[in-house]
């Protein structure tokens, strides 16, 4: 099959998280299984975009900022859309990583307007929100896109319920697709303690203060252990920084800055725990690559990966209160033999539920479901 993968932004510093992590993974498992795959975005922060993501060919064109103020779900890519309206046409299908953004909705609406069979994969990114714009675009955008999709993708039940609240019907076909990552050869440091790590965007939903106040309350109990931050600047780095040197913490506690998405794997390797203890956080990707190199992972109890866990022993989870971070970061540094268990259980869970090319051949049935439907109406 001819697939083209559709994601709103790409960035050296991956500042668009998430979804573009899944969409190359994807990409790249469909490409070793033998089909043509493109990924297809908007770009910044390059001076020259890259033409490939991990071996998989990318066209990205450049993102432009028409409404400030509003993070990605400003920014339009005039080049992609014309791109589009040329060479739609030569896809089976498009799968678009659909956001409530001005990228990914008229490629959408582009594809359902030349008859070129499309599914979405919203990544949490369409919600029941509250927020003005985001009413705005349902009504003149999302709703259509979400009610003609022959496929839509989610990864949990409050997904699924809230794209039913957008669509304001429950008439659509719905189907669970997780998150995968590729089954890495590498292995985390973990027995050796040297390292806590926070590597996720410095935002206010991840919680980086969180992380460096449970360092703070840890630092003289394990003077050999270093924690470090990694990833860009989203509004918390001051405030991070600040609180550093306040508790003359700089030898400890440290702030790498941001890292590009091919880099994270490596990085964490080099690390003995992972933590991120954002609230609410859908399906993190940075988990599920933190599990697969068996590195102990530390989230909230609201993270929505937990319930899909088979194994619940496969990460730690730990309350929103600093007391409860602290308790499980100091057990699991004290004690290297279930810091092997703990990163021994999360690789296998990841092998067994969340390998990409299991993900991959789910998302390519649901592909061919969707173009035969599609053919059998042109008969």
């Known amino acids: 099959m001819k697939i083209a993968h559709v ?23 469909m490409q070793d299984a033998g089909h043509e795959v493109t990924i297809l975005g908007s770009h910044r922060g390059y001076d020259l975009p890259p033409t490939q993501l991990e071996g998989v060919p990318a066209r990205l064109f450049p993102a432009r900022r028409l409404l400030p103020g509003l993070g990605f779900s400003g920014l339009v890519s005039p080049g992609l859309l014309a791109h589009l309206h040329r060479h739609i046409a030569e896809f089976d299908i498009v799968h678009l990583h659909l956001a409530r953004d001005l990228v990914t909705l008229p490629s ?26 985001a009413h705005v675009l349902d009504a003149l955008a999302t709703r259509t896109v979400l009610r003609q999709a022959p496929t839509l993708f989610h990864l949990t039940e409050q997904e699924r319920d809230d794209l039913v ?32 790590l926070f590597l996720a965007r410095l935002h206010a939903v991840k919680r980086p203060l969180a992380f460096v106040e449970a360092a703070i309350a840890l630092k003289e109990q394990f003077p050999e252990t270093r924690f470090t931050l990694v990833g860009p600047d989203e509004g918390e780095a001051a405030d991070v920084m600040h609180r550093i040197e306040s508790a003359n913490a700089g030898g400890a506690i440290s702030w790498e800055g941001s890292l590009a998405p091919s880099q994270t794997l490596e990085r964490m390797s080099r690390a003995s725990i992972y933590v ?32 899909e866990l088979h194994d619940p022993n496969a990460v730690v989870v730990v309350n929103s209160s600093l007391d409860g971070l ?52 042109e008969l």
């Open 326 to 377: 602290v308790t499980e970061l100091k057990r699991l540094l004290s004690d290297p033999t279930a810091r092997v268990a703990l990163g021994d259980q999360a690789r296998r869970e990841v092998e067994d539920r969340f390998s990409i090319y299991n993900i991959a051949a789910i998302a390519t049935s649901a592909y061919r479901s969707v173009t035969s439907q599609a053919e059998r109406l």
């Open 165 to 196: 609240q957008v669509a304001r019907t429950s008439s659509l076909p719905l189907a669970q697709l997780p998150n995968g990552v590729p089954v890495s050869k590498l292995q985390a440091d973990v027995e050796s303690g040297r390292e806590v």
């Open 7 to 29: 994601v709103t932004l790409v960035s050296p510093d991956g500042a668009f998280g998430g979804p573009v992590r899944v969409a190359t993974n994807l990409a790249r498992a």
């Open 108 to 133: 959408a609406l582009l594809a359902r307007r030349r008859g070129v069979p499309y599914v979405t994969q919203t990544h949490g990114m369409i919600d029941a929100s509250r927020r003005r714009l």
């Open 276 to 307: 991120l203890p954002s609230i609410e956080e859908l399906f993190p990707m940075s988990v599920l690559e933190a599990m697969s190199i068996g590195l102990p992972t530390i989230v909230t109890d609201t993270c929505g990966l937990i319930p």
